[in-house]
């Protein structure tokens, strides 16, 4: 008798899948992948916001780690800019391009001295 026959081979070698299960299974999948933001002592939060003030100050680059669900997000560059209404920086990675980051995204900051 060949395999497909004994024990679970019948139903092993008529196995499918249809199309939604499969994109339900790939975005269970993804869902699993998120992660939550790790909390900051003050300590941690006095340091980025050190840095940020250090960076606006002397005009010096720095470097941020940005809390992303997925993936973490590491950018480099200066401070231009500090809205402390919206608790946002302004932040230029080269001389044309600049963008408003959040400080409560900001899990992480470096000082290039």
Known sequence: MSKKLVGNGIFEGSR????????????QEESKKIRTKPTL??????QIEH???YSYNKRVNI???L?????DK????VVIGINTYRREIKFSSSEDDW????I?????ASSNR
């Open 67 to 71: 809390f992303d669900p997925i993936e």
């Open 16 to 27: 499918m899948i249809i199309p939604e299960h499969r994109t339900a299974w790939l975005m």
């Open 104 to 108: 409560k995204n900001i899990i992480y």
């Open 63 to 65: 470097s941020l780690v």
């Open 74 to 77: 590491e950018v480099e560059g």
């Open 99 to 102: 963008e408003w980051i959040k």
């Open 51 to 53: 840095t940020i003030v």
């Open 41 to 46: 002592d003050d300590q941690e939060i006095q």
